[in-house]
């Protein structure tokens, strides 16, 4: 099993020290989904939701998320993007929501905290805009997908 990099010797949690690192290009791709009933999904997808555009709002909050990452997760390395999307997709079983981020960087250390970071706040705001139509809703299966540097 692989050391804990967060944690020194003596058991107290610390930032990684990354400055003899070299600066790389990453990317990191993380997914995750929110179930929801169908006839929520409907209202999302003809924009019928009494708070507005869901999509776009989530698109921009998780945007927005991974920009801040650094300020939300206390051990996180605040860096700069270069590029970040997230996208949805509507599984054919009309009962659910899969969010995809997408987040760039040319830094000393990764970027899927970003892309994690996306795809949870932009679940979350789905679900928050929903949340009067729906008390079912079901935030699921984060994860990372890939992550890349050159």
Excluded: W
């Excluded at 599984?91 to 970027?111: F, K, S």
Aim: glycine letters at 4%; charged letters at 25%; a positive charge.
């Amino acid at each position: 099993m692989k050391k804990l990099t967060h944690i020194d010797a003596r058991g107290a949690a610390r930032m990684v020290d990354v400055s003899s690192k070299p600066v790389q290009h990453r990317e990191a791709v993380a997914r995750g989904e929110i179930r929801l009933q169908k006839a929520t999904l409907a209202l999302v997808r003809s924009q019928k939701v009494a708070k507005g555009n869901v999509l776009a709002t989530a698109r921009l909050a998780g945007i927005l998320a991974a920009k801040k990452t650094g300020d939300l997760i206390p051990l996180c390395h605040p860096l700069p993007l270069t590029h970040c999307q997230v996208d949805f997709d509507f599984p054919r079983t009309r009962d659910r929501i899969v969010v995809t981020a997408t987040a760039r960087t040319a830094a000393q250390t990764g970027v899927e905290m970003e892309a994690l970071t996306a795809v949870s706040v932009a679940a979350l705001t789905i679900y928050d805009m929903c949340k009067a139509v729906d008390k079912k809703m079901v935030i699921s299966a984060i994860k990372l997908v890939s992550k890349t540097k050159q």
